[in-house]
């Protein structure tokens, strides 16, 4: 049973105006990184918001996965939805209740970010998802993700130089995205990385959701 290290959470603290939304952002690294990866990003993010930096359950090369490395598709969602019940339960331990959470996660990170919302889909408020995919296979949650009204709201982004995301995933996953998600796509001149204007549209997002 897999398990998120609760001690190697990194924690930034929101300030949330008075009378304002008590949010929480759970963030997701990718394959072979760590919860200190993207948690770099913490200063730029909006202030109002606490921001969590998780670290995958998973060794991997020196860092941390989510679920086991595989270039190609695969139905077998086992893993991460291993990795996701694991955060569901992080989650649940909390001794604040948050007002609404947020997910955002990088590469691996955003496949996870995706699954969530399959899994628990009335328990997130938007998702950004960076440099990602969206996992093979169905799930039950996926018609009630479907018919959520509004729609769940979601930033996705991808480099014209990208050559870590397999191509055919990234051209699967985008429909499929735009069936299940409100989806705000946008791409950049980068490779597999997060550049400076991508991350002012993604505060942006942030901000209006």
């Known amino acids: 049973m897999l398990e998120i290290?609760?001690?190697?959470?990194?924690?930034?603290?929101?300030?949330?105006?008075?009378?304002?939304?008590?949010?929480?952002?759970?963030?997701?690294?990718?394959?072979?990184?760590?919860?200190?990866?993207?948690?770099?990003?913490?200063?730029?993010?909006?202030?109002?918001?606490?921001?969590?930096s998780l670290r995958g359950p998973i060794p991997f090369g020196g860092g941390f996965a989510w679920f086991d490395f595989m270039p190609g598709d695969s139905d077998d969602h086992t893993q991460i939805d291993e990795s996701?019940?694991?955060?569901?339960?992080?989650?649940?331990?909390?001794?604040?209740?948050?007002?609404?959470?947020?997910?955002?996660?990088?590469?691996?990170?955003?496949?996870?970010?995706?699954?969530?919302?399959?899994i628990a889909p009335e328990r997130f408020a938007s998702v950004v998802h960076i440099a990602s995919f969206a996992y093979n296979g169905e799930l039950a949650g996926d018609a009630t993700?479907?018919?959520?009204?509004?729609?769940?709201?979601?930033?996705?982004?991808?480099g014209d130089l990208d050559e870590v995301i397999n191509p055919d995933k990234i051209e699967r996953s985008a429909p499929w995205l735009d069936e299940h998600f409100a989806v705000d796509r946008r791409t950049y001149h980068r490779a597999h990385s997060i550049v400076a204007e991508e991350l002012a549209d993604i505060v942006a997002f942030l901000e209006r959701v």
């Open 84 to 118: 996701a019940a694991a955060i569901l339960a992080w989650l649940d331990g909390l001794e604040h209740d948050f007002d609404r959470v947020h997910l955002l996660g990088f590469s691996q990170g955003g496949a996870m970010a995706v699954q969530l919302a399959r």
């Open 5 to 52: 290290d609760a001690d190697a959470v990194l924690w930034r603290p929101g300030t949330p105006d008075q009378g304002g939304s008590d949010d929480l952002l759970v963030v997701m690294h990718g394959i072979g990184s760590h919860e200190g990866d993207l948690f770099g990003l913490a200063p730029h993010l909006p202030p109002a918001m606490t921001v969590a």
């Open 145 to 158: 993700l479907a018919a959520r009204q509004p729609r769940l709201p979601m930033l996705t982004t991808i």
